[in-house]
């Protein structure tokens, strides 16, 4: 069994993988492309930018872990004090 999917890892995030707060929750639903269902990389850097994030570090990484870092990141951000938009939702501490 991979480790993510330990009985731990599932009892704290379920199936989605996330912690289902409203940067993930939102970052979900911004970021899906609606044909596939994967994580659209462009909206990924388009989030990335109007958060001044940089993701050029994170190239060799597929769509789905550069969302996983962006959220981070902007998680982290919001910590701090910042305002983190995600399309036209804004989230302010």
Known sequence: MPDFMTKEFMQKYGRSGTCSDDIATALSHFLTD???GKTDPDKVASVADDNN???SKW???N???RRMLLGNVL???LR???TVRIGNQEFKE
Do not use: I
Request: overall charge positive; proline content about 0%; hydrophobic content about 20%.
């Open 75 to 77: 998680r982290g951000k």
């Open 59 to 61: 190239s060799h990484l």
């Open 63 to 65: 769509a789905g872990q």
């Open 34 to 36: 609606d044909e596939t």
């Open 53 to 55: 994030v940089s993701v």
């Open 80 to 82: 701090r004090g910042g």
